[in-house]
């Protein structure tokens, strides 16, 4: 699907993109507060994470990719809301997008793909949580129908200050 100049491609992760993936996210961890990990990830740490979501059920990571390079552009996972059985029907979702590759639409097509894949699954909702502020973050779940249920005060704290972080939602 062309985005912008560049034409791509959504897919399943697999294994052989765990180095792209780890460096795309350590970006976010190094630099932004978009994510509360405060440490980056060799591609060796980053593996559990990776074999979490399988190319089947409720657990899922879709990857984006220039058409032609293959580069890796961004990706969107579906996982855990939460470890208890009764939440089994909820899931949280999440989207990275390559610094240089923002504002191309990719966050859409990932999501579009993650939804896609999980419309068959046994599940109820998603949620999704944005630190504040990333008005681009919440511009994209709002289009996608979440809608916001309430904010997480001073919850996490990252390069010397406290972050809050607001919660939506999403009927599957």
Not at 43 to 58: C, I, K, N
Not at 84 to 94: D, F, G, I, R
Not at 114 to 128: M, Q, T
């Amino acid at each position: 699907m062309p985005t912008g100049h560049t034409e791509v491609q959504v897919r399943p992760g697999v294994e052989g993109d765990l180095a792209a993936l780890t460096d795309l996210y350590n970006h976010y961890v190094g630099e932004t507060p978009i994510t509360f990990d405060t440490a980056v990830f060799t591609p060796e740490e980053r593996r559990p994470w990776l074999l979490s979501h399988p190319v089947d059920g409720p657990h899922r990571l879709m990857v984006a990719t220039d058409a032609h390079s293959q580069e890796i552009l961004g990706y969107a996972t579906s996982g855990p809301y939460r470890a208890k059985p009764a939440y089994s029907t909820s899931v949280e979702v999440t989207v990275y997008v390559a610094p240089h590759a923002g504002r191309r639409g990719i966050g859409t097509l990932l999501y579009r793909a993650l939804f896609d894949a999980l419309s068959g699954e046994d599940l109820h909702r998603a949620y999704a949580g944005i630190a504040q502020p990333n008005e681009a973050s919440t511009r994209l779940h709002e289009r996608f129908g979440f809608r916001y249920v309430g904010t997480y005060r001073e919850v996490g704290r990252k390069f010397g200050r406290y972050w809050d972080v607001a919660w939506y939602e999403k009927a599957l």
